[in-house]
C-alpha cells in the first residue's frame, strides 16, 4: 500500500497548487480521501475530503472556497487545487484513505484514517 503526495512547493500570497495523491496497493474506490495539513507547532487539521465516486465533497471553513478536491478512478489518485494561498496556508499537506463504510458520509478524522501519505509542503510568502 502507498500514498504518494506532490506538488507542493513554494508559492507567493496568491498563488495557486495543485496537490496530487497516487494511491497504490488497495482498491481506490472503496476509500474516502482526505487532505489534512500540519502546520508547524500546530495540530494536524483536517482540509478536504471526498467519497469514493467523487460525488460528495467537504472542505473546512478556512479553506472553503479556496480549495477544490477531487479524484480521478481510472489513476487512483486525488488532487487538491489550492487557490488564493495566503501565508497562513503554509504547512505540510497529508493526504489518507479511509475505508468507506458507512452509507452516510461523516468527516473524517485523523484516527480513522488508514493509509497516510508522506506529505507534502506547501509554502506561502507573503
Known amino acids: 500500500v502507498q500514498l504518494q503526495a506532490s506538488g507542493g512547493g513554494l508559492v507567493h500570497d496568491g498563488g495557486s497548487l495543485r496537490l496530487s495523491c497516487a494511491a497504490s496497493?488497495?482498491?481506490?474506490?472503496?476509500?474516502?480521501m482526505t487532505w489534512f495539513r500540519q502546520a508547524p507547532g500546530k495540530e494536524r487539521e483536517f482540509v478536504a475530503a471526498?467519497?469514493?465516486?467523487?460525488?460528495?465533497?467537504d472542505y473546512a471553513d478556512s479553506v472553503n472556497g479556496r480549495a477544490s478536491i477531487s479524484r480521478d478512478n481510472s489513476k487512483n489518485t486525488a488532487y487538491l487545487q489550492l487557490s488564493s494561498l495566503k501565508p497562513e496556508d503554509t504547512a505540510v499537506y497529508f493526504c489518507?484513505?479511509?475505508?468507506?463504510?458507512?452509507?452516510?458520509?461523516?468527516?473524517?478524522?485523523?484516527?480513522?484514517?488508514?493509509?497516510w501519505g508522506q506529505g507534502t509542503l506547501v509554502t506561502v510568502s507573503s
Open positions: 471526498i467519497n469514493g465516486n467523487g460525488r460528495i465533497t
Open positions: 496497493g488497495f482498491i481506490f474506490t472503496s476509500y474516502l
Open positions: 489518507a484513505a479511509k475505508p468507506q463504510t458507512a452509507i452516510l458520509y461523516t468527516r473524517p478524522s485523523s484516527r480513522e484514517s488508514k493509509y
